[in-house]
Each structure stands twice: as C-alpha cells, then as structure tokens.
T-cell receptor, first 115, second 114 residues
Framework: EPEVTQTPSHQVTQMGQEVILRCVPI?????FYWYRQILGQKVEFLVS????????KSEIFDDQFSVERPDGSNFTLKIRSTKLEDSAMYFC?????????????FGEGSRLTVL | KQEVTQIPAALSVPEGENLVLNCSFT??????LQWFRQDPGKGLTSLLL?????REQTSGRLNASLDKSSGRSTLYIAASQPGDSATYLC?????????????FGKGTKLSVKP
C-alpha cells in the first residue's frame, strides 16, 4: 500500500543550527503538508503546498521555516535557526485531492530534539 | 475560530466491549471530518473520512457518524480488541480554508484490556 515516508526518524541538534526534514509523499498526490505535534499537545498545521507554491501557512510558520519540492519526489521542511521550542514531532502528509473528498495521509513523523 | 474537543480524554475498557468516542467542533462550516489512530511515538493512520454531506461511514468494526448542524461526530468501535489500544484523533477541514488545514482535537487515549 502506498505510504508517505519521512527521514530522519529522529534528529538531535544544537540550538541555532539548520535542520532539514525530508518527506516522500504518495506518488500520485498533488497536495503536500507539514504538521507538528509538541509532546502532549494537539497536532498543529504548519503549511500546505500545491503546484510548487505555498497555499496556506499558519502563524507558527514564520520566516525561520521554508518548504521546497526540489525534485519530483521529495518535499522538505527547513528550519533555518532552530530554537528550543521547535522540539516536536514533525509530520508530513499528502492528499490526492482537496475539499470535500480530500483525505490526508500522514507519514510516521520526524522527531526533532533541540538542545 | 474552529475548536475541536474530544471526550473522554482517556478510556479503559475490557476486551469485547462496544465503545463510543466523541468529537465536537464549534464551527459547522466544514468540508469533512477525519478520524485517525495514533500509536505511541508513531504517525497518524487515517481510519475514516466523512464528507460534510454524509451522515456516516463504516470500515470493518468502525462506524463514524457526523451531525454537522450540532457540531458532533462519534466513532463507534464494535467488539473492541487489545490491538485497538491507541490514541484516536478527530480533525475537521474548515470550509473556505486551504482544505488541507486540518484542525485536530487532543485525542482520546483508548486502552483495551485482555
């Protein structure tokens, strides 16, 4: 069964360092997303991406964050200068469609620990 | 602003019992509602998607209902098994948003005892 894959599964970094989280969405999907979940809290929307541009971003997704689809298969989230509060599980998701029939499929997540 | 609430926060039942998980949302202008399962330290597995025009969806032992006007959804699990132990999340997609911007509840942590 097709699935969303994410790497790395866990990354530990020092505050102020740049981090890139990678995702391979389901191959025929056109819409891509990043979400995060701080330990013990709700899953939160970060950004949606379609047709090589950001469709929507949340207040969390500030100038420290960027997304890119560098080739036909990968979708990346970059955090330029990590802060302690960026420690969270980051989930990539994709969907074939949006709107009423838009079902999102999530990856296993990348756990980011900022020291 | 859309708020999603799930009650109870945790539930422990003996194996074989039928159970209901509740989800409520404050704004009825939604495209759809999705139920997910999350195992500890793992990703989210999509269980069911109910379109805003639908009243219920079924998949195996799972049945989800949606009452959009009252802002409520329930996930019914029949004949529960220890393997059903996980956190169950509901999420809504707001009408007028980017349509992939899901607003999640905090989840119900289910424990099914053998």
């Amino acid at each position: 069964e097709p699935e969303v894959t994410q790497t790395p599964s866990h990354q530990v970094t020092q505050m102020g360092q740049e981090v890139i989280l990678r995702c391979v969405p389901i191959s025929n999907h056109l819409y891509f997303y990043w979400y995060r979940q701080i330990l013990g809290q709700k899953v939160e929307f970060l950004v949606s991406f379609y047709n090589n541009e950001i469709s929507e971003k949340s207040e969390i997704f500030d100038d420290q964050f960027s997304v890119e689809r560098p080739d036909g298969s990968n979708f990346t989230l970059k955090i330029r200068s990590t802060k302690l509060e960026d420690s969270a599980m980051y989930f990539c998701a994709s969907s074939e469609a949006t709107g009423i029939i838009g079902e999102l499929f999530f990856g296993e997540g990348s756990r980011l620990t900022v020291l | 602003k859309q708020e999603v609430t799930q009650i109870p926060a945790a539930l422990s039942v003996p194996e074989g019992e039928n159970l209901v998980l509740n989800c409520s949302f404050t704004d009825s202008a939604i495209y759809n509602l999705q139920w997910f399962r999350q195992d500890p330290g793992k990703g989210l597995t999509s269980l069911l998607l109910i379109q805003s025009s639908q009243r219920e969806q079924t998949s195996g032992r799972l049945n989800a209902s949606l009452d959009k006007s009252s802002g409520r959804s329930t996930l019914y699990i029949a004949a529960s098994q220890p393997g059903d132990s996980a956190t169950y999340l509901c999420a809504v997609s707001n009408y007028g948003g980017s349509q992939g911007n899901l607003i999640f509840g905090k989840g119900t942590k289910l424990s099914v005892k053998p």
